[in-house]
């Protein structure tokens, strides 16, 4: 380890790649600002995802696919650090959020396990989302208190009620789409997979979801976290994200339709 790095607090990141090239370089130099290394599980990238991870500093490794939650787990075993930061390929940490998850660890250290760590959107034209559709995500935390869920469909801790979670002010951008048929592939992709692995609904439950649903997720986002102050593309992506989860649906009502909860 070199002096530069061991200044850096004992943290881990790590991502799951495939086909990551666009930002992966930018991803990781962001990341190694405040992590001591960045551990890169690829699943089969025919990009040049691997040698840019590369070049910018990331330890990679050919990980055959396993699930989503799964994949996560198998990144958490080749982490060395007890602190761990989950990244996706497409999500730059700003250097105001790297300043702060360093602070966190002055002194007698961070004082929870996990903390969540807001995000905003970079669309592909015009400026970032700042100050609509807020999300947060619990992606820095310590594993030697909680770890990913061994699952092939869900991706995301399982917080104990009883656990607190403090909240950092500075984002992550995402850079979640280059445009809008992107965004739908990305869509499709996801929600098609979640809807094969997750718990099935009931299937009257289904039905109501798949007749009504759509404007309803649609206005949820549209309305609710603020879309319609980013014109057209706060529409576009608002209708795409609403027909993903919408899609799951359908997909969860052929499951039923082939039997499967019968």
């Known amino acids: 380890m070199t002096d530069h790095a061991a200044a850096r607090p004992p943290l881990s990141c790590y991502i799951r790649t495939k086909n990551e090239a666009r930002l992966i370089g930018e991803v990781v130099e962001a990341a190694l600002t405040v992590a001591r290394e960045v551990v890169i599980v690829d699943s089969g990238s025919t990009d040049d ?44 940490l700003s250097p105001d959020l790297a300043k702060e998850i360093a602070a966190l660890f002055e002194g007698e250290g961070p004082s929870a396990a996990v903390y969540a760590l807001p995000m905003v959107i970079a669309p592909p ?20 208190v909680i770890r990913m869920p061994d699952s092939a469909a869900w991706d995301q801790l399982d917080i104990p009620k009883t656990m607190k979670v403090p909240k950092l ?39 109501i979801r798949i007749v009504l649903g759509l404007p309803v997720y649609f206005l949820k986002r549209y309305v609710l976290k603020g879309l319609f102050l980013k014109g057209i593309y706060g529409f576009a992506f608002s209708l795409t994200i609403a027909y993903g989860r919408w899609l799951k649906d359908i997909k969860m009502y052929e499951r039923h339709r082939l039997g499967e909860g019968r």
């Open 125 to 144: 034209i015009g400026p970032i989302w700042w100050r609509v559709d807020p999300d947060q995500r619990n992606k820095l935390y310590d594993a030697r």
């Open 49 to 92: 995802t691997v040698a840019r991870a590369q070049a910018a500093g990331a330890q990679v490794y050919d990980v055959a696919w396993r699930g989503t939650g799964r994949q996560k787990r198998a990144a958490e075993d080749l982490c060395h650090y007890p602190w761990r930061l989950d990244l996706d390929g497409d999500e730059v």
């Open 169 to 207: 002010r500075h984002p992550i951008i995402h850079h979640a789409f280059t445009d809008i048929g992107f965004l739908l592939r990305k869509q499709e992709r996801n929600m098609t997979q979640r809807a094969k692995s997750a718990p099935l609904k009931p299937l009257w439950q289904l039905r």
